[in-house]
């Protein structure tokens, strides 16, 4: 949805709100399920966000809509819902649970942020409502803490998440990418101003759902070899000391996909730093080469792609798009593409038709900005 008509949209909806939140999704440049493995990634904030506007209630329950998909659920603790009201009641239980008082609300969601996509809809849907509930209870929660408590939102969920999407949703700096540090949880910011080059997603449409899916099983992976390498050398404190060898030296403790899932970690914590210094070189030509080398890694040896999301890559590949990779958990979503902007909308024209040829499906373009993270704004300012 163009961004004129969402501010029409919110200006519909949100006149007589106390409190307006932006929340946006995220794109990773590079760094792919290691967050959870203390790596080093380098996500960024996009210009695409989830609304919400917060309406103090004097009595309960809290009421949440959703005017996109037309639904209102009401959080009385005595639901079981699915879906995206599931987030909101995890949300309200851990609440209880913290003894954390709040008022009621009534809150209106407006979204033109796909679903699905690999661009964390979700951490941006519990960041954005968490750092709401912040403003208007006076809890003092800093942004850390907030980032924090909605990736135990994911874990109530069933998703075992790290903690890369919900920083990059309260971090994110207009331009700026985050070379985050998952072990300290510490960042520093990286300029992500690519001149004559932009970053695009192509939309598989093949339903990103990690619950379900073998991304828990991955974590479970990754804490085995860690643990069978802390077995053999007691200074190893995590996945950001591991080499190469270490990984081969407990082959035999581990089944051939999972030493393959070892050595693909521990290359990407190489090709994360790699990738953020040629960022700062502007060097866009090896900063594809990394993509595609992650997607292969991603495919070949973790495990997490699909059919499709490495047709996409094929065919980005076939017609000289400087990088492409699958981007998120895994299992459909998004790739992320690295064009020159001048050829750009030639070769997703041809990427796109014989990605529809080939499978049925239309893959839409997301072309992405980058944006700041979570923030409330004003009503005059729409």
Not at 3 to 10: P, Q, R, S, T, Y
Not at 328 to 356: H, M
Request: glycine residues 8%; hydrophobic residues 40%; charged residues 25%.
């Amino acid at each position: 949805m163009p961004m004129n008509a969402i501010k029409e949209k919110l200006k519909s909806h949100f006149k007589d709100t106390h409190l307006i939140v932006s929340a946006p999704g995220r794109i990773n440049i590079i760094g792919e399920h290691i967050d959870y493995n203390d790596g080093f990634v380098l996500p960024a904030a996009i210009d695409k966000a989830i609304y919400l506007g917060f309406t103090k209630k004097e009595a309960n329950p809290t009421s949440i809509q959703s005017i996109d998909f037309g639904e209102t659920i009401e959080i009385d603790g005595s639901k079981q819902t699915s879906g995206w009201a599931a987030y909101f009641e995890a949300i309200h239980q851990l609440m209880k649970e913290k003894e954390m008082w709040h008022q009621s609300v009534s809150c209106k969601i407006i979204s033109n942020l796909p679903v699905g996509a690999g661009i964390s809809s979700s951490a941006a849907l519990c960041c954005g409502y968490l750092y709401g509930l912040n403003e208007l209870n006076e809890w003092g929660m800093t942004r850390l803490e907030i980032a924090k408590f909605a990736q135990q939102v994911e874990h109530a969920i069933g998703v075992n998440c790290g903690l890369m999407d919900q920083y990059a949703v309260m971090f994110g700096m207009k331009d700026k990418a985050i070379l985050l540090d998952c072990k300290n949880e510490t960042h520093q910011y990286v300029d992500l101003k690519l001149r004559k080059h932009a970053l695009y997603l192509i939309n598989s449409n093949i339903k990103h759902e990690l619950i379900g899916t073998p991304y828990n099983d991955r974590r479970r992976t990754c804490e085995k070899i860690i643990r069978a390498i802390q077995d053999r050398y007691e200074n190893i404190p995590s996945w950001q000391n591991v080499k190469h060898h270490m990984v081969d030296e407990v082959k035999e403790q581990l089944t051939a996909n999972e030493h393959q899932q070892g050595i693909y970690v521990v290359e990407e914590f190489q090709r994360v730093k790699y990738c953020a210094a040629k960022l700062i070189e502007l060097n866009v030509t090896a900063i594809g080469k990394a993509l595609y080398e992650t997607h292969e890694g991603l495919s070949k040896q973790f495990q997490v792609s699909c059919d499709e999301t490495d047709l996409l890559v094929a065919l980005a590949k076939q017609n000289n798009v400087l990088g492409a990779r699958m981007m998120g958990g895994g299992f459909g979503g998004c790739t992320i593409n690295l064009l020159e902007k001048e050829t750009a909308q030639n070769k997703i024209e041809v990427i796109t038709a014989f990605y529809k040829q080939k499978t049925g499906l239309e893959a839409n373009v997301i072309p992405v900005n980058i944006g700041k993270g979570v923030d409330h704004i004003t009503y005059d300012n729409l």
